[in-house]
């Protein structure tokens, strides 16, 4: 099912209004915030009136593309979230991009490599993507390394324009990605550690 995932230590599944406290909690930490707004948080009535209907919209299209939240399975605690859409700009049909927002105590844990080659698998397995992407920060070296560790590769740096100014934003932007057909190659490689 498209709104329920699981790996060994995660449950993924859809977002509901009750995770509003969840959200806001995780877009109030600074150092969470840190490469995406420069540390200031989403305010509450944002994620209850735009932000939470716009993720749960995925669910009712059925699609299987979505946003997901991330619960620990020994203690069932909010981590976070991971998402898999469609190409934004709609000029890659055949392409979706990978995302992830994890609260500060799960990081360097190895969960956003956990929730992110799940989503890649269920993205090329069962969606039929050819192409999935992330993009983030060049400075921003954790992310660049969950990406690599869930089997992206740098495909190039560029500048995007964001609304908000941040330190280290004049480095640009870098995209990792993985197409099906290395995906492949690599699930069936017998050194494979997926």
Known sequence: MAGYLETPRLILRQFSADDVDALVELDGDPAVMRYITGGRATPRAEIRDEVLPFWMAYDERGEGYGFWAAIDKATGDFLGWFHLRPHPGGDDPRGAELGYRLRRMAWGRGYATEGSQALI???????????????????????RRVM??????????????????????????????????DWEATCRSPRSDR
């Not at 100014?165 to 004049?170: A, F, K, N, T």
């Open 121 to 143: 698998g269920h993205g090329f397995a069962g969606l039929g993507a050819e192409r999935i992407y992330a993009e983030t920060m060049a400075v921003n070296a954790a992310s």
């Open 148 to 181: 690599e560790k869930a089997g992206l590769r740098y495909v190039r740096t560029f500048r995007a324009d964001w609304p908000d100014r941040i330190p280290g934003d004049e480095e640009g932007d870098v995209e990792y990605a993985l197409t099906r057909a």
